[in-house]
């Protein structure tokens, strides 16, 4: 029984720190906007946004994927993507894709 919990401490000890796509590192904390698809057309009157989460990489839920973002803003044509990242102390993060267009 006191192998299990042995054990049990050593794995949590190794999930605290969550690393989130960003264009930058973060320690403390990182709230960051950024972009990586755009097209020609300029004229985007809607917005959809899908976001996914993780506590302590120990459990991640979500779905942050172009389809679920462009289903959010009823976006049939998009303009262009952008990512919004938060994370805070690798224990808590926060991935969204943003999605503009008609």
Do not use: W
Not at 40 to 50: L, R, V
Not at 73 to 93: E, F, P, Q
């Amino acid at each position: 029984m006191f192998a299990f919990g042995v054990i049990g401490l050593g794995r949590l000890g190794l999930t605290g720190c969550q690393p989130v796509a960003s264009p930058l590192l973060e320690v403390f904390y990182n709230e960051t906007k950024f972009g990586y698809v755009a097209t020609t057309n300029s004229n985007a009157t809607k917005e959809g946004k899908a976001c996914a989460s993780t506590s302590m990489g120990l459990v991640a839920t979500g779905d942050a994927s172009i389809a679920a973002a462009k289903a959010a803003g009823g976006i049939t044509d998009a303009s262009h993507v952008d990512y919004h990242v938060k994370s805070t102390l690798g224990i808590v993060a926060e991935f969204c894709t943003v999605i503009k267009g008609k």
